[in-house]
């Protein structure tokens, strides 16, 4: 129950600050406050819902199950780390490739001779992405 009632907090603290923008006069300061509105709620919730989540009992490392959460917490993390590098990584990569991209093709416009120089920055931005892949990789090694 407890789930369910967080995953609803969440979603409505995405939901009611835009519907709150779109029901009344659209401006910029308007929409700022929403959004700074929606952030704290969003961040805040996630904190919240953290802190519930991994808090646990203060006397639970004296027990004998104390050592098969932390090898859970251990695998869990690792995970995350492992999604985390693909993800941060695929997003520079697709910031370095627009901006490299755009670049070429106007100097490919101006000049067509100089296609495989430009190809070659293009491709070295791909490039952080594969990184990112490989370092998940072995970190799914590691687990």
């Known amino acids: 129950m407890a789930k369910v009632l967080l995953f609803t907090a969440l979603i ?8 709150m923008y ?8 308007r929409y700022k406050i929403s ?6 709620a969003f961040f805040g919730l996630m904190l919240g819902t953290g802190l519930v989540m991994f808090g646990g009992n203060a006397f639970a490392a004296e027990t004998a199950g104390a050592a098969a959460a932390a090898a859970g917490t251990a695998t869990g993390l690792g995970y995350l780390a ?13 910031i370095a490739v627009a901006s490299a991209a755009s670049a070429a093709l106007g100097a490919i416009s101006e000049d ?4 495989g120089k430009s190809l070659i920055f293009v491709g070295l ?3 952080v992405c594969l990184y990112g892949l490989i370092i998940a990789f072995m970190i799914l090694g590691k687990l």
Do not use: D, Y
């Not at 959004?35 to 704290?40: F, P, T």
């Not at 067509?112 to 296609?115: A, E, K, R």
């Open 112 to 115: 067509s001779s100089i296609l």
């Open 35 to 40: 959004l700074a509105v929606n952030a704290l």
């Open 125 to 127: 931005a791909e490039g």
């Open 82 to 94: 492992a999604g985390l590098s693909i993800g941060l990584s695929c997003v520079g990569g697709g």
């Open 22 to 29: 779109f029901k009344g006069e659209r401006s910029k300061r």
């Open 12 to 19: 409505l603290s995405i939901v009611v600050p835009f519907r």
